[in-house]
T-cell receptor
Framework: AQSVSQHNHHVILSEAASLELGCNYS??????LFWYVQYPGQHLQLLLK??????LVKGIKGFEAEFIKSKFSFNLRKPSVQWSDTAEYFC???????????FGTGTRLTVIP | NAGVTQTPKFQVLKTGQSMTLQCAQD?????MSWYRQDPGMGLRLIHY???????DQGEVPNGYNVSRSTTEDFPLRLLSAAPSQTSVYFC?????????????FGSGTQLSVL
């Protein structure tokens, strides 16, 4: 069965620190990959997605993610976090051509001013 | 723990038919919610519940009803299905701690309305 692992449950950073959140998946076929963000008191929003092409994907608010097929990974990065990046981040994976998404359990990011 | 269980995984309806998407969680979470995912739009909140007997509307509630008679179950009902409701539906449950909300998602229900 497919699974998505986010090993960091809670990350605490100071403003301007660099961020990398891990995401690994278990499916061996072709996949689409997503990062969602949930800000406090709001519903989920799409941060970025990878379908094909350049494995380095740039999303909103300065976030980017790199798809490394050989490592089954899609880690999220940001060079310099801000207090407003405090949120819950979810990685999700979908088999190409299917619709069901498999979500990781999320990583809570707390940015200290 | 099974976590969040959604059934069915796939469903095809004709316009005007009704059906219920089931969602159950065994984590004793008070907060449960339903989202729909459409291409290019990410996830949108349909309805949510902050505890048994309490429900409220989210961003796109029209055409859907919910109820929360127990902590464990949060079914989503389509009273008269429309093609615009073709989507993938996700149920989630969550708890709140001092640092915010922790969400757990089901694996989704793919619904097609013809």
């Amino acid at each position: 069965a497919q699974s998505v692992s986010q090993h960091n449950h809670h990350v605490i950073l100071s403003e301007a620190a660099s961020l990398e959140l891990g995401c690994n998946y278990s499916y061996g076929g072709t996949v689409n990959l997503f990062w969602y963000v949930q800000y406090p008191g709001q519903h989920l929003q799409l941060l970025l997605k990878y379908f094909s092409g350049d494995p380095l994907v740039k999303g909103i608010k300065g976030f980017e993610a790199e798809f490394i097929k050989s490592k089954f990974s899609f880690n999220l990065r940001k060079p310099s976090v801000q207090w407003s990046d405090t949120a819950e981040y979810f990685c999700a994976v979908r088999q190409t051509g299917a619709n069901n998404l498999f979500f990781g359990t999320g990583t809570r990011l707390t940015v200290i001013p | 723990n099974a976590g969040v269980t959604q059934t069915p995984k796939f469903q095809v309806l004709k316009t005007g038919q009704s059906m219920t998407l089931q969602c159950a969680q065994d984590m004793n979470h008070e907060y449960m919610s339903w989202y729909r995912q459409d291409p290019g739009m990410g996830l949108r909140l349909i309805h949510y519940s902050v505890g048994a007997g309490i429900t409220d509307q989210g961003e796109v509630p029209n055409g859907y009803n919910v109820s929360r008679s127990t902590t464990e179950d949060f079914p989503l009902r389509l009273l008269s299905a429309a093609p615009s409701q073709t989507s993938v539906y996700f149920c989630a449950s969550s708890y709140f701690s001092g640092t915010g909300e922790k969400l757990f998602f089901g694996s989704g229900t793919q619904l097609s309305v013809l």
